[in-house]
């Protein structure tokens, strides 16, 4: 069982930058890939940025290619999400998730978080 507390969101102004933080209970934080998703209201969730288990691989949706950065560090069971350059449409939940094993993007995750609010104003 692996349990997932994300921190960090808030409200910021546009060209604004957050730190997001996922931080995971459990001894096996690094065999498991980790992926950040959002989801706005009234629209689907959406998949943001996933990393795998040593974070030498990263994968982005287009919409936030060169403005976020995913990491990780094993050490500390905690994955990131730096945010620069935040929009308006960058406004939503976000949430983390992990995938055992995962070297890349799966269909489907194990675990979820309870998701932490990003809202930027514009």
């Known amino acids: 069982q692996v349990q997932l507390v994300e921190s960090g969101g808030g409200l910021v102004q546009a060209g604004g930058s957050l730190r997001l933080a996922c931080a995971a209970s459990?001894?096996?934080?690094?065999?498991?890939?980790m992926a950040w998703f959002r989801q706005a209201l009234g629209k689907e969730r959406e998949f943001v940025a996933f990393v795998n288990w040593s974070g030498a691989s990263t994968y982005y949706v287009d919409s936030v290619k060169g403005r976020f950065t995913i990491s990780r560090d094993n050490s500390k069971n905690t994955v990131y999400l730096q945010m620069a350059s935040l929009k308006p449409e960058d406004t939503a939940v976000y949430y983390c998730?992990?995938?055992?094993?995962?070297?890349?993007?799966?269909?489907?995750?194990?675990?979820w978080g309870q998701g932490t609010q990003v809202t930027v104003s514009s």
């Open positions: 459990g001894r096996t934080f690094s065999s498991y890939a």
């Open positions: 998730a992990a995938s055992y094993g995962s070297s890349r993007p799966p269909a489907q995750y194990d675990y």
